[in-house]
Structure formats: C-alpha cells, structure tokens
C-alpha cells in the first residue's frame, strides 16, 4: 500500500540535500568545534554557513542572537522561565505573565508549571475568527507589572495565523517584551524579524524538512536570556552543552530550502491544499475551522459531524493515510486539545476535529488519492454512527 | 513510569486483535425495525445513551420476546472511537440468547474481557475502558425502556458528570468492581470529569450537586468499612477464581510478608500462580536484599510459606524461582 502523509504540522520528512548537507559531519569532519586543533576548527566554515542562513532565513540583525538548542519546546522553556527568574523570582514588581488559550504544550505548559509556583498567568480567549484580537492583548498588558508575553505566531492546529505585527507594537509601547512561538510559521509564511518586532521567537527544524532535535531561539538585540541549560560557553554562555554540528548543519539547510521554497508554498501548496478542502466541504456536515486567507498555506481542520475523530484517524490509517485528531479519545489523558476547546463549535469539534497538513512534497495524485480514502472512510463510519443518520453525498 | 512509557503513541498498539478485528468489520453493527420486530413477534427496543458532545454515543437495537422476555436479536450504532465500536459490537453478540434480566447483568469488565485475546492481557489500555462502560450503561437503558420502568430501578440515576452522562451508581460501581483509588482512574473508566471538569471537585466553572473526589472518599470509607465489618466471604479459597487467589496472596504478602522483608531491604514478587490438583501453586521471586542473602532460602521462605498457608489457605505451596 503506497502511503500519504498529511501530518506534516507533526513533522516533516528530511529534505535529500539537507541529509546530504550533514553527512560529512558524523563520521569524517566530527571534531568539536570549541577545540583549537585542526578536527575542531575544520567544522567551523559549515557552521558558520549553517547560521548565516539561519539568520538570513528570518532577517535577523547580524547584532541579534540566535540560540542553537535542541527544539522549540527548549526555547520556550528558555525564554519564559528566564522572564520568570529575572522579574519574579527576584522579587521584581513584574509579576504578572501573558499567554494565549491556544498556544501548543510547550509554552502552556510551562505557564501551567509557573501557575503552581504562584506566578500570576493571564489566559487571552480568541476572537470569532480563532485569533487573538491586538486590541485583547492591549487590554491586559500593563507595562508596569506584565513580564512577558508569549502568543503563538501560526498555530498547529488550524493554521490560523495571529496578527504578531501589532503584538509587537503593542509590546513596545508598554516596555513588555514578546515572544512568538514561530514553529508553525518558518517555511510557511516569511518570518522577517525587520518586519516583526518580536523580542524572542522560536523554531525547529523537524517542522521545515530539517532533521528532529534541533531548534532555534532568536534573542533580539539588547535583551538578555537567562540560561536554562548551564555548563560550558557553547553558544556565548547561553545554551551550554556540545553544539550538535551535523544537525545545525541540516538545519542550516533546511532553513535556505525553507526560504526559497516560500512561493512555492504560497501557491503550489496552497493550490492542492484548497482542492482538498473544497473536497472535504463537498461532503455533508464537514465544517473547515478558520477562514481561509487567515491560514498557513498547507494546514486544514475540519470537523465531520458524526464521526469520533480517533475512529476516523484509524480508518484513514488503515487506508494508509496519515492525519491528525485532536480528539480527547485519542489522547493519553482524554483531554480534549485545548485549542479546540478555545475555538469551541459547539462542543463537537473536540471529538470530530481531524487535521490536515500538507508540505511541498504533497502531490496532486495523492491529494486525490487522499480525498477518495476520506469519503470511504466517512461513508462506512457514519453508517456506523448512531448521531448521523442522514445519507451522505 | 517504566521504558514503556518513554515513547508515545502507543494506544492502538495496546488493542487487542479482537478490538481490532471488530472494529474493521464490526458484526453486530446495523438497526432493526418495527418490521424486524413484527415478523419475529417480538418487541422492538431502541435505547440512545451517550451524546455526541460527549464523544460517545451509543444506540441499542433489540428484539425481545414477550413470552420468555429473551433477546432474540441485537444490533446497534456508535458514535465512537474504535474500542466504542468494538465493545458495543462484543456487547451487542452477548446480549443475543439472554434475558433481558441477564443481559441487565453483563458489567463492562465482562465486554472488556471478551475483547481480550488472552486472558491476562486487558483488551485495552486503561484510559480506554470508558468505552466499555458506555456498552454496559446502555443495556440498563433498554432493559429499563423494555420493562416500562425508569432506569432508576436498574441505579439511581443521578447525573454526576454532565458532558459525559455519568451515574453516581456508574461512578460508585467502578471504584468499587476495580478498586479505583484516585480521580484520574475514574476518569479513565469512566470519562466522569474528562470534559469540563466541574464535577471534580468544588470551585469548577459549574457548581454541582456531587463530586468526584467527595464520592471516591465516601465510596472508600464504605469499602473499608464493609472490610472490617463484614465476616470473611463465605466463599472458600478453593472456590475462588485465580485472580481472587492471587489478589488473596498479594495481599496477605503486602500485609504481613513485606514488612518484614522490607524492613532488611529485601522484598518479594509473585511471579506466577497455578491451580493443581488440590493445591495452588505460588511461584515467588526476591528481589533486593533478600536475592543474594543465604538465609534467604530457608528462614525467609519458611516465613513466607507459613505466613500464606496460615492466613490465606493450607493448600498453598510457594515455589521460589
Ligand atoms: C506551535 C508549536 N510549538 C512548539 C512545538 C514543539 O516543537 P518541538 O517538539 O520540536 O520542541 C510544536 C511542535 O509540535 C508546535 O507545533
């Protein structure tokens, strides 16, 4: 059975010339890159290629940082317990931290963690259009006592992109520094720096057909980071531990690939990602989460009314396509993904949302392929289903 | 925590192939109708449980004789997840050839159980057993709609979690039959407290007449109450199932056994236990200080052996491996 991956929101396949790209790093350039002799510093021009392509990926100022560390869940964790070390452990009169009821684990979780500490967190609900209003930000801030702010750039569900632009202006204007949980956004939509006036944002690489385990943090100029990880001086103090050369390599890759392939994800991928979800909406009782033009080019959450979505996940399994489920019977703990609770459609999408991500290896033939196993899937499940009785198509 | 847990993504993983098996070709899934009903003369039962805001639902078709009250033919459509499926597919097979006052009695450990593929592997992992008990609570509904009496008569059907139409006789029948010992255990069998959450503990976004946590403390107390108060089960050793015989020994073990042992920094497993011709063998490990200790095989493991013939039963034989 050939299969198709629609998951690429969970993770991407690794691009041949990223592969390729870190190959000579494992077993033939290995050195450490801190030593002075020859094995060491020979790593030294392909990384420093690596970062300059990181840094050109996002436009960020030859002055700013970017932190190489394993993941974007480590660079959230990076940059809200530093805000929460600096002003609140400290005893500072900032005590007071802004998030969003959408944002992925990484960052809620970490929130939830300083809940328990005693750190005062403020929750932002969405808009009707599944978004966090600027003006909602502009109310809670308060640049006396708000630490940070944490809002996610395009969120992994729906794809829904969040107005960051005024965040950042927001932000500025009261003395408050931001940061954008960016993973959804790199090699999605442009992700400029110049543009955004973000003081922290976050990647990894896994989601732009870079190898898993390997991330960025962006410290913009004149902020300081407290370490999450101490020991050595990797990364100027500030993320200790041996730089993963091979995979800052490939990210360094990935992330030029990323760039050069945004027009492409702006049309090609939007393209078939449009004729899935026009296929999707031709069958009855499928709703699309999130208005189109507000949407990451390759991500669609839909919700088929009848169908439990983790019942429908193995049928499209079965049929050897790969999704998603945000729904509570597919998770360990049978909680219902918060940003579906958040994005609340009569409480029904929490157990029949089903997400699908494309990339730019997503081909028309398996975008066909993939509509045909979703409406055999929907047929033979609603006729299973004890609340849809309605013929379908 | 254990390597299993390390990596995630296991749930289907967990599913026994009969859940499987029924989920890809579920047997038992269908309707009958009043023209079903009138050509067999029999009765026509439709019972809804479950909604679809709950993730759950759950429709049970029956066809019963009014002379024998005996189920003739079941079907049944779910809104559900793949274990949903399943146990509604096993349940709907075992109702078949029961009277409805039998079929009142099949629990969702016996649909659990009949999706295992051997009998000491679960069907499903645990937080999927909610499943299960939705089979089990639609039953009550159609027996009660068959009899014409409210569900009431079956449990008392007050409502302690909303989202998921839980019972507190559904919440207070799990603790007790799988000797629950926290929230999150009843949430898992029973979906109680999965959705909003209100009905936990006070102080949720809803105010409720009952609480998880309130009826699990109850519900304990009465357990450990009747433990102390009532006389041992009437029931001899020789007549208990393995598992109650197993159950038996741990306990005796981690009562009187494990103290002892614990206190040296050695301890003590069950690895296995078989029933033979008129004994019950009770294969044992140590583990800590006991395993490389000498004493170990003869003063420890008279201890041991005495201490479960005398408390637990004379044909018990221990075995140390
Ligand atoms: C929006 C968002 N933030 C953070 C993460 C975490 O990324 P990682 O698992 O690489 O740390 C993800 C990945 O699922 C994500 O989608």
């Known amino acids: 059975m050939k299969r198709i991956y629609l998951d690429n929101n969970a993770t991407t396949m690794v691009d041949a010339d990223v592969k390729a790209a870190m190959d000579p790093f494992f077993s033939d350039m290995y050195g450490n890159p801190n030593s002075l002799h020859s094995f060491g510093t020979e790593v030294h021009p392909a990384m420093r ?39 609140i452990l400290s005893g500072g009169k900032k005590n007071r931290m802004i998030t969003s009821t959408i944002e992925h684990p990484a960052v809620s979780n970490t929130y939830r963690f300083l809940e328990k500490l005693g750190v005062e967190v403020i929750w932002l609900p969405v808009n009707k259009d599944g978004l966090i209003a600027p003006e909602t930000l502009a109310e809670a801030i308060d640049p006396d006592t708000t630490a940070l702010v944490s809002m996610i750039w395009a969120n992994n569900e729906t794809g829904l992109i969040n107005p960051v632009k005024e965040y950042a202006e927001i932000c500025r204007e009261n003395g408050v520094p931001l940061h954008l949980d960016a993973v959804q956004a790199v090699g999605k939509i442009p992700v400029d720096m110049r543009d955004v006036k973000a003081d922290f944002i976050t990647f990894s690489a896994h989601k732009f057909h870079g190898p898993k385990g390997i991330g960025g943090l962006y410290v913009r100029q004149g902020n300081d980071i407290i370490p999450l990880i101490h020991g050595g001086e990797q990364m100027a103090g500030r993320r ?60 669609i959450l839909a919700s088929f009314r009848g169908i439990e979505g983790e019942a429908f996940l193995w049928d499209l399994n079965q049929q050897g396509l790969a999704a998603s489920t945000g729904s509570a019977c ?48 929907v047929a033979r499940l609603r006729a299973i289903s004890s609340t849809h009785n309605k013929e379908y198509i | 925590m254990s390597k299993d847990s390390l990596i995630g993504g296991s749930l289907w993983e967990q599913y026994s192939d009969k859940v499987t098996k029924r989920m890809n070709n579920p047997s038992f899934m269908g309707e009958l109708t009043e023209e079903d009903a009138a ?175 309130d009826i699990l403390a109850d519900t304990r107390a009465e357990m450990e109450h009747e433990k102390l108060n009532t006389p041992p089960e009437e029931k001899t050793f020789s007549e208990l ?81």
């Open chain 1, 240 to 299: 200790a531990g041996t730089i993963n050369t091979p995979y800052l390599i490939g990210m360094g890759k990935a992330m030029e690939l990323a760039v050069k392939n945004l027009d492409y994800e702006d049309t090609e991928v939007r393209k078939l990602r449009d004729k899935l979800e026009d296929a999707l909406l031709a069958i009855d009782d499928v709703q699309v989460i999130g208005k189109r033009s507000l949407r990451t080019p390759n991500t």
């Open chain 1, 330 to 377: 597919s998770s360990e703990s049978l909680e219902s993904n918060p940003t579906f609770v958040a994005m609340d459609i009569g409480n029904e999408l929490a157990h029949t949302g089903m997400r699908f991500s494309l990339s730019r290896y997503t081909t028309e033939q398996e975008i066909d392929a993939a509509i045909e196993v979703i409406k055999n899937a």
């Open chain 1, 49 to 87: 290629e690596a970062l300059d392509r990181i840094y050109e990926g996002i436009h960020a100022d030859d002055e700013d940082d970017i932190i190489i560390n394993s993941c974007a869940s480590e660079g959230n964790n990076t940059v809200i317990k530093s805000a929460y070390y600096e002003n």
């Open chain 2, 241 to 321: 199932t393995l598992i109650q015989k197993h159950k038996a020994v741990e306990k005796v073990i981690e009562q009187f056994i494990l103290p002892i042992l614990n206190a040296d920094g050695g301890s003590v497993e069950v690895v296995d236990m078989k029933e033979e011709e008129g004994s019950t063998a009770v294969y044992i490990r140590y583990q800590g200080a006991c395993q490389g200790c000498a004493a170990s095989s003869t003063g420890t493991y008279e201890v041991i052996s005495d201490t479960l013939k005398q408390k637990v039963d004379t044909s018990i034989i221990v075995y140390l491996l």
């Open chain 2, 39 to 213: 050509e067999k003369g029999a009765k026509l039962v439709v019972a809804d449980y479950g909604a679809d805001s709950c993730g759950d639902a759950v429709r049970l078709y029956w066809l019963v004789d009014p002379e024998s009250g005996k189920i003739l033919d079941a079907k049944y459509k779910s809104f559900g997840c793949g274990t949903a499926i399943a146990s509604s597919d096993v349940m709907a097979e075992m109702c078949i050839g029961l009277t409805v006052d039998e079929a009142v009695k099949i629990t969702n450990l016996d649909v659990e159980r009949a999706l295992r593929d051997s009998p000491d592997r679960p069907a499903v992992p645990p937080q999927k057993m909610h499943c299960s008990v939705m089979a089990y609570d639609v039953i009550k509904k159609a027996a009660s709609l068959y009899k014409n009496v409210d569900m009431s008569v079956f449990e008392d059907e007050e409502i302690v979690c909303e989202c998921a139409q839980v019972s507190l006789s559904t919440i207070k029948d799990v603790i007790r039959l799988n000797d629950l010992k926290t929230v999150e255990e009843i949430t898992q069998y029973t979906k109680a407290g999965a959705f909003c959450k209100s009905c936990i503990r006070p102080g949720g976004h809803e105010k409720r007449k009952f609480y998880l946590v």
